[in-house]
């Protein structure tokens, strides 16, 4: 089946930083990947939307200077917390869309000290 | 403004029994929904589906209903097992827009008793 792998699963990072995550679908292409943010007990929270060789586009009230998203190919998105702050700190799940499939990275803990 | 609500944040079962998620929307727009679960510090896993062409769906132990009428769906699992414990989320999308996005609940913490 599908698999996506997201990678790091944990990071600890300095306030000011910047932390890049990435995100790959291993054995299928996928034409749009999706960035969702998740706080201790509440839902998955869209993003952004990432297609191959375009800009992303932003959810309402997700700053797209802070969250720098880049998908350099059908099989890779990363997204990138600039200047992060402990409120950055959250849980980030990926997901790779493909006919009206959805597979979803296993996510990254950030902590930002 | 949320569109997908899951007014339940937990439920608890006995093992065997019936579970029951709710989940309703508010997008009319809305013409694909899903199910996951998720364990803490991992991504979720996709359960099920329905298209809103259709009101019942059946997979093995999971069965998902929808009610387009009153913008519900309803995830049951029969029956329940200890191993079925976690959080699960139903999720919704609108086909016609092409986007693909997915607007999730915000949860229901499924706990089974042995």
């Known amino acids: 089946g599908a698999v996506v792998s997201q990678h790091p699963s944990r990071v600890i990072c300095k306030s000011g930083t910047s932390v890049k995550i990435e995100c790959r679908s291993l054995?299928?292409?996928?034409?749009?990947m999706f960035w969702y943010r998740q706080f201790p007990k509440k839902s998955l929270m869209l993003m952004a939307t990432s297609n191959e060789g375009s800009k992303a586009t932003y959810e309402q009230g997700v700053e797209k200077d802070k969250f720098l998203i880049n998908h350099a190919s059908l099989t890779l998105s990363t997204l990138t917390v600039t200047s992060a702050h402990p409120e950055d700190s959250s849980f980030y799940i990926c997901s790779a869309y493909r006919d009206s499939g959805y597979t979803f990275g296993s996510g990254t803990r950030l902590t930002v000290v | 403004d949320q569109q997908v609500k899951q007014n339940s944040p937990s439920l608890s079962v006995q093992e065997g029994r019936i579970s029951i998620l709710n989940c309703d929307y508010t997008n009319s727009m809305f013409d694909y929904f899903l199910w996951y679960k998720k364990y803490p510090a991992e991504g979720p896993t996709f359960l099920i589906s329905?298209?809103?062409?259709?009101d019942k769906n059946e997979d093995g132990r999971f069965t998902v209903f929808l009610n387009k009428s009153a913008k519900h769906l309803s995830l049951h699992i029969v029956p329940s097992q200890p191993g079925d414990s976690a959080v699960y989320f139903c999720?919704?999308?609108?086909?016609?827009?092409?986007?693909?996005?997915?607007?999730f609940g915000q949860g229901t913490t499924l706990q089974v008793k042995p």
């Open positions: 999720a919704a999308s609108e086909g016609s827009s092409n986007t693909g996005k997915l607007i």
């Open positions: 054995d299928f292409q996928a034409t749009t």
């Open positions: 329905i298209s809103s062409i259709k």
